[in-house]
Nanobody, 126 residues
Framework: QVQLVESGGGSVQAGGSLRLSCAAS????????MGWFRQAPGKEREGVAF????????YYAASVKGRFTISQDNAKNTVYLQMNSLKPEDTAMYYC???????????????????WGQGTQVTVAS
């Protein structure tokens, strides 16, 4: 069974940076969307950033574009989320997720993903 393990969360001041990692026990499919959702208390889950493991296409939510960068190390089955210029509104539990992508595109909808990590907390203080 595929396992996704996140790490790298923590607490920072506004304007600071964090890097999240998501290590997969194996890539579930030859071509995967892997990426990050986040959910703050009382808010809906939001797709943040995604990458196609076969090809490297990336997708970002408008709220993080220009500040966050998703990347991958296929040799390690690991996806990274570099988060710069963090804002208090970025505070949330961040979840890694994966799904098959026959088309090479990545939906930003949680129900479309069938593999999930346990989450890592990111807290940004003002």
């Amino acid at each position: 069974q595929v396992q996704l393990v996140e790490s790298g969360g923590g607490s920072v001041q506004a304007g600071g940076s964090l890097r999240l990692s998501c290590a997969a026990s194996e890539y579930p499919y030859r071509r995967n969307c892997m990426g990050w959702f986040r959910q703050a208390p009382g808010k809906e889950r939001e797709g943040v950033a995604f990458i196609v493991t076969d090809g490297g296409s990336t997708y970002y939510a408008a709220s993080v574009k220009g500040r966050f960068t998703i990347s991958q190390d296929n040799a390690k089955n690991t996806v990274y989320l570099q988060m710069n210029s963090l804002k208090p509104e970025d505070t949330a539990m961040y979840y890694c997720a994966a799904r098959w992508t026959p088309s090479g595109s990545c939906p930003m909808l949680g129900f479309a993903y069938n593999y999930w990590g346990q989450g890592t907390q990111v807290t940004v203080a003002s």
